[in-house]
């Protein structure tokens, strides 16, 4: 059984880098038929996919627009893990974080992460 | 990008009732990758329905799926207390970005 794990602080300052990981158990991140996504909820913009990463002889990275230049996502295959950074934060990206795992015919969003409150804030 | 319209907004209903959710989009769906999630407060969205119309692993048969192209809807044949949630619908399998609709809320009557 597939399952993720977040893990990352709840409270980040204005300006600075907000830094999630997601731990996966049960698949390998670099399997070639899964991918790694990023999502984020909240009042103001409901639920907002941010990005994925995957991999297929090598890695690849797709962003949502207003996230590029900003937003990057690492693999970690010495821990099968995923991590979200993403730089310059405001208070517009308060948020609850969830990662997810696409799998199956067009890679549906089958496994979350339990989600992570991030509070932008001084 | 492809935008996603769920109607209506807040759905009233009774247990036992049927409960008819729709997601429009404003372009096709390729391939029918149209998701539905359910959630509940403080929990992550869960899947139900993939590909339109086939349901996820564990989800009871009561919960349905249909459509293709541009309109899509979910159907709850007779509502149990644990469906009142919000509903949200989801594009997927294309090229990025894989929206989200704005949800619906199932809410007792």
């Known amino acids: 059984q597939v399952q993720l794990q977040q893990s990352g602080p709840g409270l980040v300052k204005p300006s600075q880098t907000l830094s999630l990981t997601c731990a996966i158990s049960?698949?390998?991140?670099?399997?070639?038929?899964?991918?790694w996504y990023w999502i984020r909820q909240s009042p103001s913009r409901g639920l907002e996919w941010l990005g994925r990463?995957?991999?297929?002889?090598?890695?690849?990275?797709d962003y949502a627009l207003s996230m590029k230049g900003r937003m990057t996502i690492n693999p970690d295959t010495s821990k099968n893990q995923f991590s979200l950074h993403l730089n310059s934060v405001t208070p517009e990206d308060t948020a609850v974080y969830y990662c997810a795992r696409g799998w199956g015919s067009g890679w549906y969003l089958g496994t979350w992460g339990q989600g992570t409150l991030v509070a932008v804030s001084s | 990008e492809i935008v996603l319209t769920q109607s209506p907004g807040t759905l009233s209903l009774s247990p036992g009732e049927r409960a008819t959710l729709s997601c429009r989009a404003s372009?096709?769906?390729?391939?029918?990758?149209l998701a539905w999630f359910q959630q509940k407060p403080g929990q992550a969205p869960r899947l139900l329905i993939y590909g339109a119309s086939s349901r996820a692993t564990d989800i009871p048969d009561r919960f349905s799926g249909s459509g293709s192209g541009t309109d899509f809807t979910l159907t709850i044949s007779r509502l149990e207390p644990e469906d009142f949630a919000v509903y949200y619908c989801?594009?997927?399998?294309?090229?990025?970005?894989?929206?989200f609709g704005q949800g619906t809320k199932l809410e007792i009557k």
């Open positions: 989801q594009q997927y399998g294309s090229s990025p970005p894989y929206t």
């Open positions: 372009q096709s769906v390729s391939s029918s990758y």
């Open positions: 990463t995957y991999y297929r002889s090598t890695w690849h990275y």
């Open positions: 049960g698949y390998s991140v670099s399997a070639n038929s899964a991918g």
